[in-house]
């Protein structure tokens, strides 16, 4: 039940791209198909953005997308937008109906 | 409106016990599992325990195993989480979440605040 490893920080210029990503084991993210990915605004309650690893939820802009590779995950905001400024969270399945979340990073919009 | 609206949080000495409640509307309650999710003070968020829709199987993380225990009431559309034995490094603000699919969490309440201190 180690967390996911996440980058701290990353950045972009608004209209760029920008890659997270989300290391774990054969455990969790290697072994299933169930990545999914948050967002999370300073006092807010984080929002779902990305689904078994790259499904993305009714209303979430096609800017997000996500992908996977052996036992990395990845988030991919494209075209950079003020409001994307966030902290997002991986999250894995790990198994016997428990689940674990990536460390965190911080995204800023330079 | 769909919601989650969780309640009971508040200030506890070490070694107290503490019970958080979570009110779901709008949704049939007794077709989902449940998460609680925790998030330690500028910290990221952790995952806490599922319990599945007829309260039958739950499931814990490690560091919460023989102290909290996570229990539902379909009847009165409500989650709980009965935390005992606290310790300082339970201080967080503690969500309780939805998933649309295995580990979607589509909903979360707005969270309630546990401090853990003497």
């Known amino acids: 039940q180690s967390a996911l490893t996440q980058p701290p920080s990353a950045s972009g210029s608004p209209g760029q791209s920008v890659t997270i990503s989300c290391t774990g084991t054969?455990?969790?993210?290697?072994?299933?198909?169930?990545v999914s990915w948050y967002q999370q605004h300073p006092g807010k309650a984080p929002k779902l953005m990305i689904y078994e690893v790259n499904k993305r939820p009714s209303g979430v802009p096609d800017r997000f997308s996500g992908s996977k590779s052996g036992n990395t995950a990845s988030l991919t905001v494209s075209g950079l937008q003020a409001e994307d400024e966030a902290d997002y969270y991986c999250?894995?399945?790990?198994?016997?109906?428990?689940?674990?979340f990536g460390t965190g990073t911080k995204v800023s919009v330079l | 409106e769909v919601q989650l609206v969780e309640s009971g949080g508040g200030l506890v000495q070490p070694g107290g016990s503490l019970r958080l409640s979570c009110a779901a509307s709008?949704?049939?309650?007794?077709?989902?599992?449940m998460t609680w999710v925790r998030q330690a003070p500028g910290k990221g968020l952790e995952w806490v325990a599922n319990i599945n829709e007829g309260g039958s199987d739950k499931y814990y993380v490690d560091s919460v195993k023989g102290r909290f225990s996570i229990s539902r009431d379909n009847a009165q559309n409500s989650l709980y989480l009965q935390m005992n034995s606290l310790r300082a490094e339970d201080t967080a603000v503690y969500y309780c979440a939805r998933p649309y699919s295995r580990n979607a969490f589509d909903l979360w309440g707005q969270g309630t605040m546990v401090t853990v201190s003497a």
């Open positions: 709008q949704f049939t309650f007794n077709r989902y599992w």
């Open positions: 054969t455990s969790d993210v290697g072994g299933y198909n169930y």
């Open positions: 999250s894995s399945y790990a198994g016997t109906n428990t689940d674990v």
